[in-house]
């Protein structure tokens, strides 16, 4: 049914351009929600997947990352260097971090390699400008990922109400176990004998 055969079945003709200029002066009048991006900036999660930031101090290129991606974006170079130990017989090894690139080009932004880094080395940012005209210049170094650490927010606070740690768990259960020195009984107001004191001849008294 036309427009006119429906105006004319209702005995009010023009009744349905005076619906549609309802509903437009309706829509005038509220607010717009329309983000005025760039001129305005998002108000997004404080935890949003906007760009993956490394610190380079806590990682001990255990490659876990590397190998758990699913992706194969993140490409990392060490090498080995001796350090010195005061009072140790030699000296010791250790890994250096030569090279820690993503490709964001290749990310799909999962999130593993945070999940699986046991030195928490990677954390998530939200920033998200960092779009490029060549493709190539979507692989960050290990400097440019660095620098993405000034914009992590910073970790929720405690749940009272969540799981304890599992440290706390720990420390619980090996109280528990008869015998240990956690779980032993103390007695009150009786406290353990001094050590004996040698005497001048260095022998115990």
């Given amino acids: 049914m036309s ?4 105006s004319e079945a209702t005995g009010l003709p023009g009744s349905g351009l005076v619906k549609g200029l309802a509903v ?17 900036a998002p108000e997004l999660p404080p ?6 930031a490394l610190l380079e101090e806590n990682c001990t290129v255990c490659m876990l990352c590397a190998r758990e991606c699913p992706d194969w974006c ?9 350090v010195a130990v005061p009072g140790a017989a030699r000296a010791r090894q ?29 954390y998530w940012s939200p920033e998200f400008e960092y779009a490029e005209y060549d493709i190539k210049d979507l692989l960050h170094d290990k400097d440019h990922l660095g620098e993405w650490m000034a914009t992590v927010p910073p970790p929720p606070a405690h749940d009272p109400n969540g799981e304890p740690a599992k440290e706390e768990t720990a420390a619980a259960r ?13 007695t009150p107001g009786v406290r353990p004998a001094p050590p004996r004191a040698a005497d001048d001849e260095g022998t115990p008294a």
């Avoid at 427009?3 to 429906?6: A, H, I, K, N």
């Fill in 47 to 52: 935890r949003s997947r906007g760009v993956i």
């Fill in 94 to 122: 250790r890994n250096v971090l030569d090279r820690f690139d993503i490709d964001f080009s290749l990310c799909m932004y999962c999130g593993i390699c945070i999940e699986v880094c046991p030195f928490d080395a990677l």
């Fill in 3 to 6: 427009e006119r055969e429906r």
């Fill in 24 to 40: 437009t002066l309706k829509t005038m009048t509220k607010r717009s929600t329309t983000a005025q991006y760039p001129d305005v």
């Fill in 174 to 186: 090996k109280a528990a176990v008869p015998g240990s020195s956690a779980a032993r009984p103390t």
């Fill in 74 to 82: 993140i490409y990392i170079d060490s090498h080995k260097e001796e």
